[in-house]
């Protein structure tokens, strides 16, 4: 298994004129090393990977990738509706050291379930290293049917999924179909706790972002079997969650971050910044909570 706990959807901090910021991002994969973050994914939606070249996209990989030095796993997002194309990101990605690729399904396109079955057999087959489905249909318009996961889950190096239904009973039947080394990790930071009690081996989170030592031991929590601590733990952070999705990911934690002066950056268009009621909601919740 790549990892069990919190792995952080990091976010990437652009200047003002649009570059990619790699100082800014050296400050934040310290700042998630010193906080026991278990893992950076690099580059995927919260990474506002849609928004940037093939070359930035697998160049902001290899940087991560170095500064993190192999002490975490680094996970690349390489997920696109066209196979070719996810094909070529992934064989990068794998050539950057990257330890894993995350592959989102394919959107717009809506690919029947052989279509899905196809497109990630294909990835899977272009490189050495793990693969983690990731399901997300509330961005995608399309969800891996259980029993597809369970077929997908028989090829070698796809390990795991990233379940960002919201869907708990989708999440049981997952793990009712899937073997016991295959990963499944919550894509919704609000149902983290119910899912890691099903079975669930951790989160791929965009909270992480902003308070990600609090995100590894409410993780490490349900690993350690110690569900009440989490619980109270996932109920008491449920508020700030929420405000963090108040608007469309990543424009609210970029703000949130801000706010705890951490360099998140900018963000590039079509994604404009966080509307002022936004920025007060977030400031309530951090100051509620004694971060503010």
């Known amino acids: 298994m790549l990892f069990t706990g919190s792995g952080v959807a990091i976010v990437t901090p652009f200047k003002e004129n649009g570059e990619i910021d790699y100082p800014s991002f050296d400050k934040l994969v310290d700042f998630h090393l010193k906080n026991k973050t278990d893992a950076i994914i690099v580059m995927g939606t919260t990474g506002e990977a849609s928004t940037t070249s093939d070359q930035e996209q697998i160049e ?11 002490k975490i796993p680094v996970i690349a997002g390489t997920g696109i ?5 996810s094909v070529e990101l992934s064989v990068a990605a794998e050539k950057t050291g990257a330890d894993a690729l995350l592959v989102v399904t394919p959107y717009y396109n809506k690919a029947t379930k052989r279509g899905l079955y196809e497109h ?9 290293i793990p693969l983690i489905l990731y399901t997300v249909p509330g961005r995608t318009a399309v969800e891996i049917p259980v029993d597809l996961v369970k077929e997908l889950a028989e090829i070698d190096n796809i390990v795991g999924i990233k379940d960002a239904t919201g869907n708990l009973s989708y999440t049981a039947a997952v793990k009712n179909a899937v073997p016991k080394d295959f990963a499944v990790y919550s894509g919704n930071d609000d149902v983290v706790v119910p899912l890691m009690s099903l079975g669930g081996n951790g989160v791929i989170s965009v909270f992480a972002n902003a308070l990600p030592l609090e995100m590894h031991n409410m993780t490490q929590a349900c690993l350690d079997g110690d569900f009440k601590t989490a619980g109270e733990m996932q109920v008491k952070f449920l508020p700030l969650i929420k405000a963090m999705f108040a608007e469309v990911n990543p424009v609210p934690i970029k703000s949130a971050m801000e706010l705890l002066d951490l360099p998140a950056g900018g963000l590039r268009l079509p994604l404009t910044k966080a509307s002022e009621a936004t920025v007060e909601l977030l400031r309530k919740e951090l100051t509620a909570l004694g971060y503010l």
């Open 60 to 70: 902001a990989i290899d940087y991560v990738v170095k500064r993190v030095g192999g």
């Open 81 to 85: 509706n066209h196979t070719d194309h």
């Open 120 to 128: 990630y057999k294909t990835i899977a087959n272009s490189v050495k």
